[in-house]
């Protein structure tokens, strides 16, 4: 049973930084991608960051520059560095992996103050 347990989550004041982690267990290795959603309130799950095996990397265009992936694929870990958080930013982010199917984490709640 594939689980992923987020880390990292919290408040921050607009402008601040965060960093979530995600970690993959339950015997899969090298997820061919891992990345992180978001749902912010009354809104639609949306795709924050992605990144392959090989590295290709697709970002949302409204954390592009701010937002930076990462991926620990000996660790089967995936990170998100958020630099320059907005109010916006307010959402639970989800960590995801695939490998045949996609796989969810619980989420981590990121709250941006103005």
């Known amino acids: 049973q594939v689980q992923l347990v987020e880390s990292g989550g919290g408040l921050v004041q607009a402008g601040g930084s965060l960093n979530l982690s995600c970690a993959a267990s339950g015997g899969i290795s090298s997820f061919n991608t891992m990345g992180w959603y978001r749902q912010a309130p009354r809104k639609q799950r949306e795709l924050v960051a992605v990144q392959s095996l090989g590295g290709n990397t697709i970002y949302a265009d409204s954390v592009e520059g701010r937002f930076t992936i990462s991926r620990d694929n000996a660790k089967d870990r995936v990170y998100l560095q958020m630099n320059s958080l907005e109010p916006d930013d307010t959402a639970v982010y989800y960590c995801?992996?695939?490998?045949?199917?996609?796989?969810w984490g619980q989420g981590a709640r990121v709250a941006v103050s103005s």
């Open positions: 995801t992996a695939t490998h045949g199917t996609m796989y």
